[in-house]
Structure formats: C-alpha cells, structure tokens
C-alpha cells in the first residue's frame, strides 16, 4: 500500500521512489508523489529523516527534517 497525503486543497497523492544512476556511477533514490498510484515504484511510509511539506501550490514534497 503506498503512503497517500492529502492537501489543503482535497487531492490526494501517493508517494512513489525511482532510482537514478549518476555520471558518477552512483545510485540515488529520487522521491515524488503521484495523483495515481504508479506499480512497482509506490512508497509504504516516508522515509527516516523526511517530513512532507505543501508548497503554495498544493503539491506535497519531502524535506529534510
């Protein structure tokens, strides 16, 4: 089940990770939310360490706590 966070505005969205491989060789976890829950790449919780926050616009996002 992926983690759903619902804004200010009603819409809900799904947490979701894809992975990157960097010019450097190094792989990186990207986080983003979703309106629809994307297979294989939805997220269960957030991750230690991050908060979601609303931006002006409505759209959730991780940050640093």
């Known amino acids: 089940m992926a983690y759903s966070y619902k804004n200010s505005k009603g819409k809900e969205y799904f947490l979701h990770v894809t992975k990157v491989k960097r010019a450097s060789g190094k792989e990186t976890e990207l986080y983003f939310f979703a309106p629809d829950v994307r297979k294989g790449k939805e997220v269960a919780a ?9 931006l002006a616009s409505g759209l959730p996002v991780l940050k640093k706590k």
């Open 46 to 54: 957030v991750p230690e360490g991050k908060e979601v926050v609303e």
